[in-house]
């Protein structure tokens, strides 16, 4: 790839074509279409880019639960905060943080003097624990890209005090579950390009098969987006339900093979709650027990069952994140959005994170708070 | 943290490389990347891992995908039948 070849991934006359096509193309079909996208990077690319304000009105691009810090279950966070109050060492990816668990986050235990430190890379995870002989706590979070990383370093001979909180989860689960939600209008999905490079997009065609919904694995160029997005809705006006690979230059049919014999031989997939959404069959990537031995859930079982349940906020229970992630709900049909739940101040995880639906629409202004109920509550 | 992004390898040392994101550069882990790749190659890179070497070939798919997608015609987009 030459120097100049990332331009034209951004070039604006190839954009300008396709979004008359994809106009041309909704309109031919003559009726709304509404798709979802299942990934955070994709909402954040369209807003960034301004591309959602650009849609066809008659297209509906719905938020599904593509967000790994806010599918990330409260309870899994106040487990690892209490494995910080414990005394013990945790690190954990930065966006994780600021997520509220039931009653606190990670950044608030830290302020009370738990040792809290953010990494950027699975890899500092090790090389922390074979710096010293204390116990080093890694909270792995995130979803395929992330998981392969984990599994990695436990591949690496890792030193005895490392140990990893798993609550890695596998995407093509809660897809599933989506689909199957009563009431979804969902014709056709956009997949997640940097999931898919792991798990290849063979990985959708028996869900295409069971459903009869097609999905485009796009990437995060808008003009990789708009390009699934033409796409895929040309396959659901032809009613052609099948996998496209929109994103050729990352994406194989069989994916990473090697990444993902890493993942299966460190993961195995069990049942796991989504935060707000549901418990999803085969969503949650659990350690072997050939790793039991590097698990913290396994080490500190005896301090984690008995730690007191921790209470839930009184005002996250209207907190509408479950219902924003499976494309029940926006942002702004949140009476939270904007004015009590904000970035600095989250109620919500899907406020916390970079990848968040309810931050994206906030911080890029793709639709304004709507307009407090009492006098008073307006920011 | 599920952001990833490309960069362009500078050099390699046994199973890591150093890494140039469009001037920011970092050491990134060659575990798990499914090909050799060599200092130059362009690699798709999440929480520190390479995962994807970017070949030139692939970019010239992805290019023509967009020129399909921008110049197809609408040949069986249908109105739906009741409409």
């Known amino acids: ?379 | 943290m599920c952001l990833g992004a490309p960069g362009q390898i500078v050099e390699i040392t046994d199973s890591t490389a150093v890494v140039d994101f469009w001037g920011v550069r970092r050491r990134v882990a060659l575990d798990l990347v499914d090909e050799p790749v060599a200092a130059g190659d362009y690699v798709l890179v999440h929480v520190g891992f390479a995962i994807r070497r970017i070949a030139e070939e692939d970019l010239a798919e992805t290019l023509a995908f967009f020129e399909a997608m921008s110049t197809e015609d609408l040949e069986g987009l249908v109105p739906p039948k009741d409409g």
């Open chain 1, 1 to 379: 790839m030459s120097g100049a070849r990332p331009l034209e991934l951004r070039d604006v006359e190839r954009g300008r074509k396709l979004r008359e096509r994809l106009a041309r193309a909704v309109e031919r079909a003559g009726r709304e279409i509404t798709v979802m996208h299942v990934c955070g990077s994709h909402e954040q690319a369209m807003a960034r880019y301004g591309l959602r304000q650009s849609l066809p009105r008659a297209l509906r691009v719905q938020m599904g639960p593509g967000c790994p810090v806010c599918v990330t279950d409260a309870p899994e966070i106040d487990a690892v905060i209490t494995l910080a109050e414990a005394g013990h060492l945790v690190l954990t990816y930065g966006d994780m943080l600021r997520v509220p668990g039931r009653a606190g986050s990670l950044d608030d235990a830290r302020a009370a003097g738990a040792r809290v430190e953010v990494i950027y890379s699975a890899t500092q995870a090790l090389e922390r624990a074979r710096a010293t002989r204390d116990p080093v706590i890694f909270f792995a979070t995130g979803f395929e890209t992330t998981a392969v990383a984990t599994a990695a370093i436990l591949l690496q001979a890792p030193p005895d005090n490392l140990f990893v909180y798993s609550a890695h989860k596998w995407v093509p689960a809660a897809m599933e579950v989506v689909a199957c939600s009563p009431g979804s209008r969902i014709e056709g999905y956009l997949a997640a390009g940097h999931a898919a490079t792991i798990t290849g997009y063979g990985v959708f065609e028996p869900f295409v098969a069971a459903h009869q919904r097609p999905v485009v694995v796009a990437g995060f160029e808008p003009l990789d987006i708009l390009a699934g997005l033409v796409s895929l809705v040309d396959l659901v006006a032809r009613g052609e339900p099948r996998v496209v690979n929109a994103f050729p230059r990352c994406v194989s049919r069989e994916g990473n093979r090697r990444a993902l014999d890493a993942l299966r031989r460190v993961f195995r997939a069990g049942d796991g709650e989504w935060r707000g959404i549901a418990c999803v069959p085969g969503g949650e990537l659990q350690l072997r027990d050939a790793y039991a031995a590097w698990d913290a859930m396994r080490r500190f079982e005896d301090l984690l069952e008995r730690a007191p349940e921790r209470a839930e906020r009184v005002d996250a229970r209207d907190c509408r994140c479950g219902a924003i992630m499976t494309g029940l709900a926006e942002p702004t049909d949140c009476a939270h959005f904007g004015v009590a739940c904000r970035p600095e101040s989250p109620i919500g995880a899907c406020m916390v994170s970079s990848e968040g639906p309810c931050r994206i629409w906030l911080e890029h202004r793709v639709a304004p708070p709507r307009p407090a109920a009492h006098e008073g509550d307006a920011p």
